[in-house]
């Protein structure tokens, strides 16, 4: 059974630090992976995605993938209250199908 | 950024009767959509792979004949809930596969903003 595991949080920052988001995958064969936001009542919104080891970034946000440890993460800096939502991970499964994790709710204290 | 749209964004229908939702991307074509469903607080179940000019894949569980999907156009994909149930209320989401984002060759999803629909 393919998988990718977030935790379901919320994880909880206060506004101005860095949010650092987790997202493991047990696929090997995963080449891409996603960042989704999602809003309360509202359908997913793509942060960005990642192919290659190391860092990507992308304004506030950096995506990091080390496929050795098949692991992926989203870092935001400068927490905003308007980041919080629920923060999906999706990866490929071979086919062009997403398997996506459960999210993790992320709530910025202001 | 690629455009993904649905109609209507809400309905409500009385058990028994069909409903339509239709799935576009504005800005692209989309030889793949995708259909998902989303209960409260949960997250998204993929329903069925919509292929352009071919019959749509169902995932395990998934009633075909209850969610009927059509592809007609490269930019048009339709989920028809027949005989709908109030367990069929739910948030159903559409996306679009953009296997060209942002001229990179990485398939990315684009999705809509989604139906709520509510059975009476």
């Known amino acids: 059974q393919k998988e990718v595991e977030q935790n379901s949080g919320p994880l909880s920052v206060p506004e101005g630090a860095i949010a650092s988001l987790n997202c493991t995958y047990s696929?090997?064969?995963?080449?891409?992976f996603f960042w989704y936001r999602q809003y309360s009542g509202k359908s997913p919104e793509l942060i960005m995605f990642?192919?290659?080891?190391g860092d990507k970034e992308d304004g506030r946000f950096t995506a990091q993938l080390n496929k050795a440890s098949q692991y992926v993460s989203l870092l935001i800096r400068d927490s905003q209250p308007s980041d919080s939502a629920t923060y999906l991970c999706?990866?490929?499964?071979?086919?062009?199908?997403?398997?996506f994790g459960t999210g993790t709710r992320l709530k910025v204290l202001a | 950024g690629a455009v993904v749209s649905q109609h209507p964004s809400w309905v409500i229908c009385k058990s028994g009767t069909s409903v339509k939702i239709e799935c576009r991307s504005l800005?692209?074509?989309?030889?793949?959509m995708f259909w998902y469903r989303q209960f409260p607080k949960k997250s998204l179940m993929l329903m069925a792979t919509?292929?352009?000019?071919?019959?749509?894949?169902?995932e395990q569980g998934v009633e075909k004949d209850k969610f009927l999907i059509n592809h007609a156009s490269l930019t048009l994909s339709t989920l028809t809930v027949t005989s709908a149930h109030p367990e069929d209320s739910s948030f159903y989401i559409c996306?679009?596969?953009?296997?060209?984002?942002?001229?990179?060759?990485?398939?990315?999803?684009?999705f809509g903003p989604g139906t709520r629909l509510t059975v009476l």
């Open positions: 919509s292929n352009e000019g071919s019959k749509a894949t169902y």
């Open positions: 999706a990866g490929t499964s071979g086919t062009y199908k997403y398997i």
């Open positions: 996306s679009a596969r953009d296997w060209l984002a942002g001229g990179l060759r990485t398939d990315t999803q684009y």
């Open positions: 990642i192919y290659s080891n």
């Open positions: 696929d090997r064969g995963s080449q891409s």
């Open positions: 800005d692209f074509q989309a030889t793949t």
